[in-house]
């Protein structure tokens, strides 16, 4: 058995950088990132969740804004509705409430589609009072749930897929961090020598290597089981990992790193407020706990 991505899902990924690296989000839609959750009949790719967790780890590399994961992941799992064509066509975008995980909207006074999840029901919600986040891509409301709609399709799915998705971008943002703090490393000079060559920066760096790696293969396990053990164990060690990768890139850049005009500064904001969202540390610790 082949335990790697495909060449088919390497390609993908090269895609999304080169995408968001050159033209940014608009050029998404083309590529079929809306698309990889939403069934054939309604123009999508039905892909597996595996390819999702591909998708999402760029989304995250690239700290792309926007309700993606409400959109691409979630919705998808919540509705079998022709609103999916639209989110095939990147045309849609949806904000989900998730209570008591997700009690705020992301960019809700913008999403055509707003859901607030009342156990298996769904329910039309009004965009209320706007909050801020400690990270400033993140316009989070206050929501007022109004009647109900329908069904969901499954729920518990839906955040299962809420969680994965969050979990591939901090993925992203902590390799982020680590290739920009060892490009740092290599240019930065303290005492006539580059920093990188220190051995303590030697060491701090190896550590979010190994911190990463070791979280990824249980990420990509979540995304074949899709089991709720699976998908919090691998949200705990991604977010701990990229929480190492923050940290350790604020340590290698020094003050400049946290500046608001230094790319590393968005990054350590977007790192603290995905590893809250779609559950808490504390909340996936204790299902993993449980299900021992």
């Known amino acids: 058995m082949r335990f790697a991505l495909s060449q088919e899902q390497l390609d993908f990924a090269a895609s999304i950088d080169a995408c968001l690296t050159e033209t940014g989000p608009k050029g998404l839609a083309e590529l079929g990132v809306p698309a990889l959750l939403v069934p054939e009949r309604f123009d999508g790719l039905d892909a597996s969740t595996v390819d999702l967790v591909v998708a999402f780890d760029q ?4 700290a792309t804004p926007g309700p993606w994961v409400d959109t691409v992941a979630v919705l998808p799992a919540l509705l079998d509705d022709e609103i999916l064509a639209g989110v095939a066509a990147g045309e849609t975008w949806a904000s989900i409430v998730y209570p008591p995980h997700v009690p705020y909207a992301l960019d809700a006074d ?64 902590g390799r982020w961090l680590l290739d920009n703090s060892v490009a740092y490393a290599k240019q930065r000079k303290q005492y006539g ?18 911190r990463l790696e070791l979280a990824k293969p249980l990420l990509y396990a979540a995304a074949l089981s899709l089991s709720p053990r699976d998908v919090s164990a691998a949200k705990v060690a991604v977010a701990d990992a990229a929480q190492l ?27 603290r407020a995905l590893i809250a969202a779609w559950g808490t540390q504390g909340f996936h610790r204790a299902r993993v706990l449980e299900s021992l």
């Open 59 to 62: 989304l995250g590399y690239h």
């Open 245 to 271: 990768a923050a940290r350790t890139g604020l340590q290698v850049h020094g003050a400049i790193g946290y500046t608001a005009e230094h790319p590393l500064g968005a990054r350590l904001t977007k790192v």
């Open 193 to 210: 020598r580059e920093i990188g060559r220190y051995q303590a920066i030697k060491h701090l760096l190896a550590e979010v290597v190994t």
């Open 110 to 173: 913008t999403a055509e589609a707003r859901i607030f999840v009342d156990g298996d029901d769904l329910r039309a919600f009004t965009a209320g009072r706007g909050l801020s986040s400690v990270d400033k891509s993140r316009r989070l409301f206050e929501v007022e749930p109004g009647e109900i709609i329908g069904k969901a399709a499954d729920a518990a799915r839906a955040f299962e897929l809420g969680a994965l998705a969050t979990t591939a971008q901090l993925l992203g943002l």
